[in-house]
């Protein structure tokens, strides 16, 4: 099987991991996180992170916008307003259109709200932004957000920062079977296995952030996940055999002494 491009509104990407950048120790640790990554694409949080005050340390300054292409985030946003508000800002500062958007329901679990998530995405379409929704993992919901003018599909695998895996598999693989919209697996990772389960379900993409940056050695598990990434997509296209409940030996009788 020929591999198609990561191609994300129109945009075509090498790699087809995505990197927070938050929770490091420094920008200097996240720059070289990011850099080791060989990642092309970094969610920057417009209400977390600094962006206007030269004063002051700065993302910008240790991670080039015109080399990486940054998407900026609703990070700790709880209202389609709050989304929407913080994305408009992040579009006049930087001008940016490719936006990453996520509407939380709570503070414990973190999960999405989806009713405002999908009032969100109609509404930003409407305005021109191109929309990666953060979301749950439900088939009905995910084809909605297609339905509203979403640009990718990025269903959380567990609990944002809970490192638990993908908890459904059989979601998934449904969500990659009724979309042709790119599928990004975002949230709840924990380990390189886990991102090349992701991609060995078909997945186009993942996007971590807490599993690398909180990793005891950041910049070995950025590593770790570019190798897995790439890993757990070739074997997606390889073709696994189908599982049988019985051996099957490795050579014939024919021939047999």
Do not use: H
């Not at 209400?47 to 998407?71: E, Q």
């Not at 339905?147 to 449904?174: E, F, T």
Request: proline content about 4%.
């Amino acid at each position: 099987m020929i591999d198609k491009k990561f191609k994300i509104a129109n945009k075509i990407f090498k790699s087809r991991l995505i990197v927070g950048t938050g929770k490091y120790k420094s920008f200097s640790e996240c720059a070289k996180a990011i850099k080791t990554s060989g990642a092309n694409i970094v969610t920057v949080a417009v209400r977390r992170v600094n962006i206007l005050d030269k004063n002051k340390a700065r993302l910008m300054d240790y991670i080039d916008p015109k080399k990486i292409t940054y998407l900026p985030n609703t990070a700790g946003c709880f209202t389609a307003e709050d989304a929407i508000r913080t994305l408009r800002l992040a579009r006049e500062i930087g001008g940016w259109k490719l936006v990453k958007l996520e509407v939380l329901g709570d503070k414990k679990n973190l999960f999405p709200e989806m009713i405002e998530t999908l009032r969100s995405t109609e509404l930003l379409t409407k305005e021109g932004f191109k929309v990666m929704v953060y979301c749950n993992d439900d088939p009905l919901m995910a084809k909605r957000l297609e339905n509203a003018g979403a640009v990718a599909i990025m269903p959380l695998a567990a609990p944002i920062g809970s490192g638990l895996g993908i908890q459904n598999k059989v979601n998934i693989r449904i969500i990659r079977k009724q979309t042709k919209l790119p599928l990004i697996i975002d949230a709840g990772l924990g380990q390189a296995s886990d991102a090349s389960i992701a991609m060995e379900l078909g997945c186009d993409g993942i996007l971590v952030n807490t599993a690398i940056a909180k990793a005891k050695n950041p910049i070995l598990m950025a590593e770790a996940m570019k190798f897995a990434v790439i890993s757990g997509r070739k074997s997606f296209l390889s073709g696994r055999i189908k599982p049988n409940l019985f051996g099957s030996a490795s050579t014939t009788n024919k021939g047999v002494i």
